[in-house]
């Protein structure tokens, strides 16, 4: 008589009792080790950074808590067109456009890192008929040839545990590598709005520079009908007349070019401002402005403040977390392997309870030997992260630099601003006397020429001074961050989230 088995042998679970025993201590593995992170924690890199700035009042902030204006920085220069220039650049800059692009990118990878702390599932549905020879080999004596169906619908799930943190070392070098890419947006922005400002100010230097050889232009043209009128009158020689027009002539040409200059920079603001330079104008308005005064505080701000510092230092922060990574290759890794499916050869069966099968598993792999490679890269890491701290240190130098350029160009320019005012003047005077000796016959034209040229050269540059302390004011503001504040930072940055576990 054939045995069968009882209901109670039947419930009876096998496969799953003797795999539970196996399983078990590698879950509890997992979940013991879960906390062990292999690398050096982070900390910020020392760079130099002296107590205060080298160059003395005005230009020094009166008040510690004096900040400049938050995100809209320009405004401290009250000009409206420049806020409406400084408005589209943000809106519709490309290069701006490409950073926020970049930005999003980032964030896509520190998404892909948090990925590896989830299970891996998957599905492969299969359908397959053939036939089998009856002649096939291994097979005596010779059966009949049989023809069969095989369908199959499989699901698989695999899971690394993260024994020694390479997966969440990962998740922190994507996160700083991200929050690096946030501040590279910001630096990109504030590069951007810096240009705009400085060619603005070109512009309306221009404008004023303009003006000033225009009125010379209109000035010199009265001396030439003097002249004429004189030469007719048969006061003044053939020489006169030639001379006052050749300093015309040449007064013009000035004009004609300084209008060329102009248009490059106004071609400029369209690129900055995304829009073609050929439906772009800029009215002319002469530069009246005055640089206002900017707010320091100290060098450590700075840490704060710049983008491109905060970039640098999240750099550093990311390549700390390679170290972790590269690290975790010298321990074991632990994967968790499963598999359910149905699996028949009839279609009509293919849900049914004997058509189940079922897998689990476990296995723990432990590196040896591997010719150097882990030790290499490991090598090679802390190598990345050195040159990041020097890259770091480097970029903090190079902010102090031009935060010190800014502060001594202010100061200097301010100075050469008020004694070329009073050239000015002496020149204005100069020219009243030459034109009064002349009428009076006391000296030749060439001395009023001399005083014509003069006057136009010191109105010139003291017309270029006011707009080079302006362009300077904004290298400044520049060089301090803007207004910026690193706290933004702090809420960039990815988490891994259980609804992870069921998105693709």
Not at 75 to 84: C, E, K, M, V, W
Not at 204 to 232: F, M, T
Not at 303 to 330: C, F, H, K, M, T
Not at 456 to 473: D, H, M, P, Y
Request: hydrophobic share 45%; glycine share 8%; proline share 6%.
């Amino acid at each position: 008589m054939r045995w069968r088995p009882t209901p109670t042998t039947r419930a009876r679970p096998s496969h799953p009792s003797l795999c539970a025993p196996v399983l078990l201590p590698a879950f509890l593995a997992a979940v013991l080790l879960a906390g062990c992170t292999v690398g050096p924690n982070y900390r910020r890199p020392a760079a130099v950074m002296p107590p205060e700035y080298k160059e003395p009042a005005p230009w020094r902030a009166a008040s510690p808590h004096d900040q400049l204006p938050r995100g809209q920085w320009w405004a401290i220069f009250a000009d409206p067109q420049l806020n409406d220039l400084e408005a589209g650049a943000l809106a519709a800059n490309q290069s701006i456009e490409a950073a926020r692009n970049q930005l999003e990118q980032a964030r896509a990878s520190a998404q892909v890192a948090t990925s590896g702390l989830f299970p891996q599932t998957g599905v492969a549905a299969s359908a397959q008929r053939q036939r089998l020879s009856g002649t096939r080999a291994f097979v005596t004596p010779p059966v009949t040839a049989v023809t069969a169906s095989t369908l199959q619908l499989p699901f698989t799930i695999n899971y690394e545990a993260d024994l020694f943190g390479g997966i969440r070392r990962g998740i922190e070098s994507a996160n700083a590598q991200y929050q690096s890419s946030a501040a590279g947006l910001e630096n990109v922005r504030l590069v951007i709005e810096a240009e705009v400002a400085a060619d603005y100010f070109s512009v309306r230097e221009l404008d004023a520079e303009i003006a000033v050889v225009d009125d010379a232009v209109a000035y010199e043209q009265r001396g030439l009908d003097l002249v004429e009128r004189r030469h007719n009158g048969g006061i003044a020689s053939g020489l006169d007349v030639a001379q006052q027009q050749t300093v015309l002539d040449s007064t013009r040409t000035q004009a004609a070019l300084l209008r060329q200059q102009r248009a490059q920079f106004e071609h400029a603001i369209a690129v900055l401002v995304g829009t073609a330079a050929s439906s772009f104008t800029l009215p002319v308005r002469p530069l009246q402005a005055e640089p206002p005064a900017i707010p320091l505080g100290v060098p450590s701000d700075l840490l704060e403040r710049r983008p491109d510092i905060a970039g640098a230092e999240r750099q550093v922060a990311a390549q700390n977390a390679q170290i972790g990574v590269a690290a975790s290759a010298r321990y074991p890794s632990l994967n968790l392997l499963g598999g359910a499916g149905w699996l028949t050869r009839d279609i009509s069966q293919v849900f049914n309870a004997p058509s189940l099968f079922w897998s689990l598993g476990a296995g723990l792999a432990q590196p040896l030997v591997n010719g150097g490679r882990t030790t290499a890269q490991v090598a090679g890491a802390r190598a990345a992260y050195s040159a990041a701290v020097a890259q770091y240190r480097e970029t903090v130098l190079t902010a102090i630099s031009q935060v010190e350029d800014g502060l001594s160009g202010l100061s200097v320019l301010a100075g050469a601003a008020g004694t070329q005012q009073q050239a000015v003047a002496d020149a204005q005077r100069a020219l009243t006397i030459a034109n009064d000796r002349y009428v009076g016959g006391l000296v030749t034209y060439i001395d009023v020429i001399n005083a014509q040229e003069t006057l136009l050269s010191n109105q010139r540059l003291a017309t270029q001074l006011l707009g080079q302390r302006l362009i300077t004011s904004v290298a400044l503001i520049k060089a301090l961050g803007g207004g910026w504040d690193a706290a933004s930072l702090q809420s960039v940055g990815v988490q891994p989230a259980l609804r992870q576990a069921l998105s693709q």
